[in-house]
T-cell receptor, first 115, second 112 residues
Framework: ETGVTQSPTHLIKTRGQQVTLRCSSQSGHNTVSWYQQALGQGPQFIFQYYREEENGRGNFPPRFSGLQFPNYSSELNVNALELDDSALYLC??????????????FGPGTRLTVL | GESVGLHLPTLSVQEGDNSIINCAYSNSASDYFIWYKQESGKGPQFIIDIRSNMDKRQGQRVTVLLNKTVKHLSLQIAATQPGDSAVYFCAETDTNAGKSTFGDGTTLTVKP
């Protein structure tokens, strides 16, 4: 059983650019959630994808968007990057419908720095 | 080295002591709660969970207590070890909305 993986591990961008972060979910999991974690704070929920559709969204602007693919892997896209977007972006996978909704397994994260 | 009831951003305990980490949640609709441990440079790691129809759940060296009346959650760690040093987060989940909200973390430091 493989765990959650994310790529890249680190990324540096400049204001106004666009970025795509990738996540491979744990084997057998059909749901992916994305979180933003600023330094010294708890993760903030961005959105969740289930069966390739957005299944819930936090308080993030539309320039944060995502995709989930048939193999349940996922992408997080951020357009028009701002300095405050600098953070650790975490992907978590879970298995909806298994009776263990909410138990999420996190990847190591992608550290995004916006200059 | 224990704190009861009040959320503290940091907690320092002696190796071998018991630790209690507290968390307040806000959403009455939350029906599932998880404690996570996050070490430096890593993603959060699942420790223990509890559903809203329970008051207490025990794992290996850890116990979670849920008080729905005051919307309070606590994590008890028995015989705390240096390897327990990390940031601990509670998360409340409204499974119908598919959304998890993390609380403020507590940095636990275990002194040898």
């Amino acid at each position: 059983e493989t765990g959650v993986t994310q790529s890249p591990t680190h990324l540096i961008k400049t204001r106004g650019q666009q970025v795509t972060l990738r996540c491979s979910s744990q084997s057998g999991h059909n749901t992916v959630s994305w979180y933003q974690q600023a330094l010294g704070q708890g993760p903030q929920f961005i959105f969740q994808y289930y069966r390739e559709e957005e299944n819930g969204r936090g308080n993030f602007p539309p320039r944060f968007s995502g995709l989930q693919f048939p193999n349940y892997s996922s992408e997080l896209n951020v357009n028009a990057l701002e300095l405050d977007d600098s953070a650790l972006y975490l992907c978590a996978s879970s298995s909806m419908g298994s009776g263990r909704v909410g138990e999420q397994f996190f990847g190591p994260g992608t550290r995004l720095t916006v200059l | 080295g224990e704190s009861v009831g009040l959320h503290l951003p940091t907690l320092s305990v002696q190796e071998g002591d018991n630790s209690i980490i507290n968390c307040a949640y806000s959403n009455s609709a939350s029906d599932y709660f998880i404690w996570y441990k996050q070490e430096s440079g890593k993603g959060p790691q699942f420790i223990i969970d509890i559903r809203s129809n329970m008051d207490k759940r025990q794992g290996q060296r850890v116990t979670v207590l849920l008080n729905k009346t005051v919307k309070h959650l606590s994590l008890q760690i028995a015989a705390t070890q240096p390897g327990d040093s990390a940031v601990y987060f509670c998360a409340e989940t409204d499974t119908n909305a598919g959304k998890s909200t993390f609380g403020d973390g507590t940095t636990l430091t275990v002194k040898p």
